[in-house]
């Protein structure tokens, strides 16, 4: 059974790391020069991501069955694990849906680029917005309520 009591700093900090993998997911879509200098402290990281073949499934994988599935991790780190994963499949998926769209439309009305972009850069700020936020109610020890994802993953960390 999972330990719900209160959390200690390491709980905490070991709750904040899932959050790079949205954070990765996005590097993407940062359309502006600006944006992309967030990822420069982690350009080591995202090249051994991309390094290894595969790599995104396997950390999944292992964060899913090793973490979330497993019931002797705290409960608190759980749910913020799920919570990170599920926030990267909601990236994977919108820039897949995005590029889907940029095939289709080739002969649409609106710019399609234009469109792609805009759309890029919400989904950016959307998953970066709340990822920070994620991590920053981690470290304080809290569980982050976004509307949909934090109802599934509590749901799929129950007890």
């Given at each position: 059974?999972?330990?719900?009591?209160?959390?200690?700093?390491?709980?905490?900090?070991?709750?904040c790391l899932p959050y790079l993998l949205p954070f990765i997911e996005v590097q993407n879509f940062a359309q502006l020069p600006l944006l992309r200098s967030l990822y420069l402290p982690f350009i080591p990281v995202i090249q051994?991501?991309?390094?290894?073949?595969?790599?995104?499934?396997?950390?999944?994988?292992?964060?899913?069955?090793?973490?979330?599935?497993?019931?002797?991790?705290?409960?608190?780190?759980?749910?913020?694990?799920?919570?990170?994963?599920?926030?990267?499949?909601?990236?994977?998926?919108?820039?897949?849906?995005?590029?889907?769209?940029?095939?289709?439309?080739?002969?649409?009305?609106?710019?399609?680029?234009?469109?792609?972009?805009?759309?890029?850069?919400?989904?950016?700020?959307?998953?970066?917005?709340?990822?920070?936020?994620?991590?920053?109610?981690?470290?304080?020890?809290?569980?982050?309520?976004?509307?949909?994802?934090?109802?599934?993953?509590?749901?799929?960390?129950?007890?």
């Amino acid at each position: 059974m999972a330990w719900r009591g209160g959390t200690t700093v390491q709980h905490r900090l070991l709750s904040c790391l899932p959050y790079l993998l949205p954070f990765i997911e996005v590097q993407n879509f940062a359309q502006l020069p600006l944006l992309r200098s967030l990822y420069l402290p982690f350009i080591p990281v995202i090249q051994l991501y991309y390094a290894i073949p595969f790599g995104s499934l396997i950390i999944f994988f292992a964060l899913y069955l090793l973490v979330v599935r497993n019931e002797k991790v705290q409960h608190f780190v759980r749910f913020h694990t799920l919570q990170a994963l599920l926030l990267s499949i909601f990236a994977y998926l919108c820039g897949a849906i995005l590029d889907l769209i940029g095939i289709v439309q080739e002969g649409a009305s609106i710019s399609v680029p234009l469109f792609q972009s805009v759309m890029f850069t919400l989904i950016f700020l959307a998953v970066v917005g709340a990822s920070i936020y994620s991590v920053v109610q981690a470290v304080r020890g809290l569980y982050t309520e976004i509307p949909l994802i934090s109802q599934a993953a509590y749901s799929g960390t129950r007890d």
